[in-house]
């Protein structure tokens, strides 16, 4: 089946750019998905890519996928504190099937 | 305004009780899911049910059981067959396949 793969951990300074990657296996994979988890709390949608896409901006969201290689990559420009959250990958459309695989997710640290 | 509950927040289980999780949604949407969440991995799939009166096995169904009697409502129920239950639970809705989960805020379930 697919698998996900996601860095841990990533730390950034206050005002930086974060960069969050994550690589997938199934090049058949449609549907591309980055989703926030806060301490506690539900995952929340960020933003999605379709692979018929290279990228996808969104305020000061970046998503970039690179099919050939099965990678994906959320750009937060401007980071601040209340980015600091889990970062969650998640693919689906392999093999007809909807229901994404979900990465471990990347525990987002920003410091000032 | 629209969105997804789950309740309790914080559950407590004895060993050998079953336990019911509810999940409540006025979204309007079709399909809903049970994924349950343990430290530093990802979310792996309980159930899943795409329409009333019907729903299918996820990933780790053993010890679990689920019903879908209501389009907005989707309990999960943790039975004393499952042998670790101490976990994050999260239920999440779809519109329409493919197009994102919105999630609830999740149950934590503690074995006592």
């Known amino acids: 089946g697919e698998d996900v793969e996601q860095s841990l951990f990533l730390s950034v300074r206050e005002g930086d750019s974060s960069v969050i990657n994550c690589t997938y296996t199934?090049?058949?994979?449609?549907?591309l998905y980055w989703y926030k988890q806060e301490p506690g709390a539900g995952l929340q949608l960020l933003t999605y890519?379709?692979?018929?896409?290279d990228m996808k901006q969104d305020q000061r969201l970046t998503v970039l996928l690179n099919k050939k290689d099965k990678h994906l990559s959320l750009r937060i420009a401007d980071t601040q504190t209340g980015d600091s959250a889990i970062y969650f990958c998640a693919v689906s459309g392999t093999g007809g099937s909807y229901i994404p695989t979900f990465g471990r997710g990347t525990s987002l640290i920003v410091h000032p | 305004d629209g969105g997804i509950t789950q309740s309790p927040k914080y559950l407590f289980r004895k060993e050998g009780q079953n336990v019911t999780l509810s999940c409540e949604q006025n979204?309007?949407?079709?399909?809903m899911y049970w994924y349950r969440q343990d430290p530093g991995q990802g979310l792996r799939l309980i159930y899943y049910?795409?329409?009333?009166?019907?729903?299918q096995k996820g990933d780790i169904a053993e010890g679990y059981s689920v019903s879908r009697e209501k389009k907005e409502s989707f309990p999960l129920t943790v039975t004393s067959a499952q042998k670790n239950p101490t976990a994050f639970y999260l239920c999440a809705s779809e519109m329409k396949l493919a197009y994102g989960y919105t999630f609830g805020s999740g149950t934590r379930l503690t074995v006592v």
């Open positions: 049910s795409q329409i009333v009166n019907d729903f």
């Open positions: 979204l309007n949407h079709d399909a």
């Open positions: 890519i379709f692979s018929n896409m």
């Open positions: 199934d090049s058949s994979s449609t549907y």
